[in-house]
């Protein structure tokens, strides 16, 4: 990998060092709009950090986006990090009320919000859920995607263009000095994710750990300034952002951002572009292989892929190779609370990067630990330590003691065992936590939300198998006596209203009981067992 020097440990140093390094070579090309040089990057996310500056955010506050994959988004993060600022980034799958919940615990300070999009007005939905006494932050900062304004500039909100005029206010030296006071440990960003319990719990990360992951993940992949990254994994994840947006800006890649996964628009932004780089869940690749569009592309400048969170069988990788033009195939396997924790490397056999997702990566250390009964093939807990574990839940100490042991071990909830090579293979998850479409699902959450229907007296919802999309809730109800008849299809329409939409089940099947324990604990094994 080329790239930056390893002793850049803050991301606005980052930023003024590529700027330096790459120059004029393209930092991101919008597909249709915005084309920025490394220099223009540091330029305009200087103008973002004096604006927000002027506006009035101190070190340390932070700064929420809530936003699809646009240069707004990567100019307004960066932006929010050179001025010091801890940056949030919203999942744009949440509904109203499930943003303003992260929003509100994070206490954030000033957020980038998209309006209409794609059907959806987010300002609009963040300000319903609000409703007249919500708390919403001091600073709300319109970002255009689609043409039209979801509400009237006034108090706390502006539209990007008055924003970024108040940079005019503020000279060029203090952004720089707020940049230069930055230090490796100070907290870079807070990723929300859910918890078992269904409540989402913030993980934590300093700007060194984020460089850190990042550096290793464009090592393993052998990233260079010779290569242009489609990044359809949205940058409110740690995959887009530490993994894509990160990895490029250290080794001076390009960055096409993709709003929304298409296969068509993929599949012409490959040949348009010239994609060198295109990670993906495996139901991309497989959408993809299966497009009628397909054979009409010219999908040879292709170079490296990278997947995980679900089963990659072995034809998969052979047909990515053969069929999608990819030299390097490899797996990999993360969570948001140590990002890229296993990799695999060029050269590895299509089985090996079928059937496990590589060696440690990152500075990671992996124990597998017993988990009930002892396993003849060592399977047990994956726990991992290491200096890029996060530095913890924000504002649960309780929840980051039952995540990180006193001994430094970050207990994943995950099974898996280690063969002789140090190459880890994932077999199954102690929680009941599935992945619908490369996203993690908790079904408390989502019973939850089913049990709060007027009609629902019990839920228990599992991940059953999908050729699509891997996995996908199945929910089972139980009706509570006497209340109004339901329908399965009025169910699902409910939950779409309260969760984002790869959270809502597919499925939902009526019962008159669950099966439980002596202690009344539901046995979902019992209800996968039927499923298969």
Known sequence: MDGLDSDIATIPAAVRAAAEAFGDRVAVAEPGGQILSYLDLHEHVRDVARALIASGIEPGDRVAVWSPNTHHWVLAGLGALHAGATLVPVNTRFTGPEALDVIGRSHARALFVTGPFLGADRYKLLADAAGAGGLLPELIVQIPVEPGQSAPEGGPTLRWERFAARADDLPERLADERAAAVGPGDVSDILFTSGTTGRSKGAMSAHRQSLDVARAWAGCAALTSADRYLIVNPFFHSFGYKAGLLACLLTGATVIPQRTFDVAEALRLIEAERITVFPGAPTVYASMLDHPDR?????????????????????????????????VVL???????????????????????????????????IMIAPAGRPSRDGTGEILLRGPNVMLGYLDDADATAEAIDADGWLHTGDLGYLDER??????????????????????????????????????AVIGVADGRLGEVGKAFVVLRPGADEVSAPELIGYCKTRLANYKVPRQVEFRTSLPRNPAGKTLKRLLRQESR
């Open 295 to 327: 054979a009409s592309r010219d999908l040879s400048s292709l170079k490296l892929a990278v997947t995980g969170a679900a089963v990659v069988p072995v034809a998969l990788v052979e047909r990515m190779r053969a069929e999608l033009s990819f030299d």
């Open 331 to 365: 797996t990999a396997y993360g969570l948001t609370e140590a990002v890229v924790v296993t990799m695999c490397r060029p050269g590895d056999d299509p089985r090996t990067v079928a059937m496990t997702s590589g060696q440690a990566t990152a500075g990671f250390e």
């Open 422 to 459: 140090g190459y880890l293979t994932i077999t199954d998850r102690l929680k009941d936590m599935y992945i619908c479409g490369g996203f993690n699902v908790y079904p408390a959450e989502v019973e939850q939300a089913l049990t709060s229907h007027l009609s629902v007296a019990e839920a």
